[in-house]
């Protein structure tokens, strides 16, 4: 009987193999999924923020809406060549106002719809977006009177009150591209003082052996959560330390990523028997408190790209790789010590599809493209529905959650089409936000 078994063992068939890869289908696979995702939008969401794809009704921030999903999908319907309706959002944001009485979140305001504005002003010259986020930016503003210049989380964009006083290193530290993008372009230094100052004052607050906790205090400068990573929270401002200094050459900035870089490598970095991964530790101490890795935590390699470690980024991305293979599709948490997903959402995040595009980009090593077929072919089977794309509430059972962010517009799918259709965009002419828009240094 057992002889009998590896015999049927043997015989089995082998799985079909893949088709070779072919760049250009891809990118026109993927320009066909966000005309579906924008259709969907357009369709049951028009002049609101996001929308629900389960119900087909719209979803608003706030008490006003402010177009985030065209906003923040206008350069990916540039670059994806789709004229008509890029030529609609354009008009639609055009004349977005500002002038709103409602309390927003000065971090992804900045990242989703300032940033969004003056990158389709870069990419089309409508001198009508630059003057929407100057209008934008000095509303804004207020949020950095505290008493150490870092940013309160929230400000109101008519009368200038803010609130939240407990923030965290991303969102005090991922401000300045768009803010001084907005200065060079505008003229006005005080877009780039004022963010570059809650930088600095974020960075000599790190602890004595060079790592950041988790939340801050913005008026006592004391932190109130001592737990080190590069998930959320706190993954961007490394993003940004070395972006400043590609985007603006601001020297200060390359420093303080050279002096954070270390502290990343030496207390959070752990090699494991599944690969290297980077999980939490205590940042006075440097004791590993957690082996977690997940989603958000996949920007990273992009940035190890730009910095010139290769060797580094490539281990990171197969290990990300190892994290969406494991249920076809990553999580938002992954105990990488056991394999265990602890956090089972996908809110549709792009940055493991934003990473494979840099080391595509910078290796030519087919692999990374590889790896974007199979994140579009686990987005279609997993996330797409009639009216759009839905975020995952378990990526174990596939349970479908009623959102799709604006950001998978903006960044996923628009990294998607990077990967297969490099030509799009000079990938060493621009520094890419945070939330995916590239921005040029034309000043």
Not at 13 to 40: F, T
Not at 303 to 326: F, H, I, N, T, Y
Not at 339 to 368: F, G, N, Q
Not at 426 to 438: A, K, L, M, W
Request: a neutral charge; aromatic letters at 10%.
């Amino acid at each position: 009987m057992i002889a009998a078994a590896a015999g049927l063992a043997l015989a089995a068939p082998s799985p079909p193999a893949k088709a070779p890869l072919d760049r250009v289908a891809l990118a026109g696979q993927v320009r066909a999924e966000i005309l579906h995702a924008w259709n969907g939008y357009r369709r049951y969401a028009w002049g609101h923020d996001e929308l629900k794809p389960l119900s087909r009704t719209p979803h608003d921030w706030h008490a006003e809406t402010l177009l985030m999903t065209p906003v923040d999908a206008l350069g990916t319907l540039l670059l994806a060549g789709l004229d008509a309706e890029a030529a609609e959002a354009r008009e639609a944001v055009a004349g977005l106002s500002f002038d709103k009485d409602i309390q927003v979140k000065n971090f992804e305001i900045t990242i989703r719809v300032l940033g969004g504005l003056l990158s389709a002003h870069q990419l089309t010259g409508d001198p009508r977006l630059l003057a929407r986020a100057e209008d934008l930016g000095n509303r804004l503003l207020p949020a950095f009177d505290s008493p150490t210049g870092m940013p309160y989380m929230y400000v109101n964009l008519k009368t200038g009150r803010t609130s939240g006083a407990k923030s965290n290193p991303a969102e005090i530290g991922t401000l300045l591209l768009e803010f001084g993008t907005l200065a060079r372009l505008t003229k006005k230094d005080v877009f780039y003082e004022k963010p570059k100052k809650a930088l600095r004052e974020l960075y000599r607050r790190r602890s004595p052996i060079g790592l950041v906790g988790e939340e801050i205090d913005v008026e006592t400068g004391q932190w109130t959560s001592r737990t080190s990573h590069v998930g959320g929270g706190i993954d961007s401002y490394y993003e940004y330390l070395l972006k400043c200094e590609r985007l603006f050459g601001d020297a200060e900035c390359g420093q303080m990523w050279r002096e954070s870089r270390r502290a990343l490598h030496r207390y959070l970095a752990d090699e494991t028997p599944s690969g290297l991964w980077y999980g939490e530790a205590d940042m006075v101490t440097g004791r590993r408190t957690a082996r977690t890795y997940g989603a958000l935590h996949a920007f990273l390699p992009a940035v190890l790209v730009l910095d010139g470690d290769l060797k580094r980024a490539r281990r990171l991305q197969e290990s990300g790789r190892r994290m969406w293979s494991l249920h076809g599709i990553e999580p938002d948490g992954l105990d990488y010590g056991t394999m265990r997903v602890v956090s089972p959402t996908y809110p549709l995040r792009p940055e493991i599809v934003e990473s494979a595009y840099y080391l595509d980009r910078r290796t030519k090593d087919p692999r990374y493209a590889e790896m974007g077929r199979m994140f579009l072919e686990s987005l279609t089977a997993f996330c797409r529905t009639e009216a759009g794309y839905a975020t995952l509430k378990d990526v174990i059972s596939k349970e479908k959650g009623d959102l799709m962010p604006s950001y998978f517009l903006a960044e996923t799918l628009k990294y998607l089409y990077l990967l297969f259709e490099p030509r799009a965009v000079d990938f060493d002419g621009v520094v890419f936000t945070t939330e995916g828009h590239p921005l040029k240094k034309t000043w």
